[in-house]
């Protein structure tokens, strides 16, 4: 039975600024980003980061530039990156102007510590010559504090009056090539910026709840405060902000964008119940080793392990391929149809078998 194709709301309508050869906002896709943990200075190592965050989806990648050896490491980087490199910017005027003499692609200015309008005006009027856009980052931790004083403490709109400051600043010189962000890591207080802030401008928002902290709790918190604002309409990129390796970010980011159906799947989408007492077969054992060994085949595939006939000939039947099992075994599906009965300790090899058929051969609708 076909299953209705439900969209998320519309999406907001903002501007596009060009991130190298990225466009962020306008029609272009929600775009999904990271950031490097090595010390930028270390060309190499930041290279292979670079690299790996690419490979698992990261689109822009973003990298501090703290130091005079930060900006020499980033002149280095910049041409050999395969993705857009932004320069992440706090506290030191010279290393926004460092950063654009080595070639970013955009900058990231925080508000909240880099405060002297006179430099500010400077950076934007030094970007806006080369043509690179800077997004206004302000984070919940470092709020400029005469906003935090005149809203009472870091509120949503304590934050949007520090992100519009900034950008009076910037029109001040005629620079208006920008993109925000207003990340906290209270979830509710995140979602209650970037609302606010939607309202306000037509630029667009890089979203992300700052600080989200180490695996699982991390994926949940940030999906928690991204998603909610995307199924809203509201957001043009996207980071998770996790305690953990990098590649996770960029991992997550793309698969949060898969799976609300806002950028078409490079990979493989693994359905799997979560098991009950009323399993037939050892669902986590089947699933977990299907799921190991179909990712090593990089397909674009749906693939179903479900553990009875509750929800098992639903999901199965809508699948690529499916398991729906029974007593010891299983009916294996392809693209709705019933091709074969399988034993338990074959299901993973037959799905993988047909994963590697449809990869030679095709798939009929
Ligand atoms: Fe339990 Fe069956 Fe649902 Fe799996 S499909 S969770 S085994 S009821």
Redesign the pocket.
């Known amino acids: 039975m076909a299953r209705e194709q439900v969209t998320l709301a519309k999406r907001r309508v903002a501007r596009a600024v060009r991130v190298g050869k990225v466009t962020v906002g306008g029609d272009s896709p929600i775009s999904v980003q990271s950031m490097t943990t090595t010390k930028t200075a270390d060309v190499e190592g930041t290279l292979v980061q670079i690299y790996s965050l690419a490979a698992a989806g990261a689109e822009i990648v973003r990298c501090t530039c703290n130091s005079q050896d930060a900006a020499d490491g980033l002149r280095q980087i910049i041409p050999r990156s395969p993705v857009p490199i932004v320069a992440d910017i706090h506290f030191h005027v010279e290393m926004a102007l460092a950063a654009l003499e080595a070639g970013v692609a955009a900058l990231r200015l925080n508000p909240g510590n880099l405060r002297k309008p006179e430099e500010i005006k400077l950076v934007a009027r030094e970007a806006g010559a080369r043509g690179v856009p800077i997004r206004i980052g302000v984070n919940a931790g470092s709020l400029h504090p005469d906003f935090a004083k005149r809203y009472g403490g870091i509120t949503a709109e304590a934050m949007v009056a520090s992100a519009l400051h900034e950008l009076e600043l910037f029109h001040e010189v005629g620079f208006d090539d920008v993109a925000f962000s207003v990340k906290a890591s209270n979830v509710a207080l995140m979602i209650a910026a970037y609302r606010l802030l939607a309202e306000r401008v037509d630029h667009p928002l890089h979203l992300g709840v700052t600080e989200a902290g180490p695996l699982p709790g991390g994926l949940i918190k940030a999906t928690a405060g991204i998603a909610t604002l995307l199924a809203e309409g509201i957001g043009d990129t996207i980071r998770y902000s996790l305690t953990a390796d990098p590649v996770e970010e960029a991992r997550a980011g793309r698969q949060l964008l898969e799976s609300l159906g806002l950028r078409e799947r490079k990979g493989l989408d693994f359905i799997a119940?979560?098991?009950?007492?009323?399993?037939?077969i050892d669902?986590v054992a089947v699933a977990t080793e299907a799921q190991r060994e179909l990712e090593k085949l990089g397909l674009p595939l749906q693939v179903a392990v479900?553990?009875?006939?509750?929800?098992?000939p639903g999901e199965a039947r809508e699948a690529d391929i499916g398991i729906a099992?029974g007593k010891g075994k299983g009916h294996l599906f392809i693209k709705g149809k019933i091709v074969e009965v399988v034993p338990e300790a074959r299901m993973v090899e037959a799905l993988v078998e047909e994963a590697q058929a449809i990869m030679s051969e095709g798939i009929e609708a």
Do not use: Q
């Open positions: 119940c979560p098991s009950c007492g009323r399993a037939e669902v479900m553990g009875c006939n509750v929800n098992g099992a």
